[in-house]
């Protein structure tokens, strides 16, 4: 991934609108995950997620809800409209950001 790709602000949010976001920087690391976890938490065969680092990202309209899915993962969703956002290692230093929310 280029540096002016990476740099490149982006925003997101949930389908209904009640969420949104701006990303300064994504990590260089998009990836897919198989797991069982991600399969439930998107209601797919798998999740597309890309990192953004905490200080990358601000929340410009409301605020995600979350579940803890694990002892050591929590994921961030839309509580009026049940748009999955990110999957969270507890105490990591980035959020894996579902693609699709971009």
């Not at 991934?1 to 009640?18: D, F, L, N, T």
Request: net charge positive.
């Amino acid at each position: 991934m280029s540096e002016a790709y990476r740099h490149r602000v982006r925003s997101g949010g949930c389908q209904c609108g009640a969420i949104r976001f701006h990303a300064t920087e994504l990590r260089d690391n998009p990836h897919v995950c198989y797991c069982r976890m991600c399969q439930k938490a998107m209601g797919n065969l798998f999740a597309a997620l890309v990192g953004v680092r905490h200080h990358h990202l601000t929340w410009t309209r409301g605020e995600p809800a979350e579940f803890m899915s694990s002892d050591s993962a929590a994921r961030g969703y839309c509580r009026d409209c049940g748009t999955p956002l990110y999957y969270r290692g507890v105490g990591g230093e980035h959020l894996s950001m579902a693609i699709g929310a971009f």
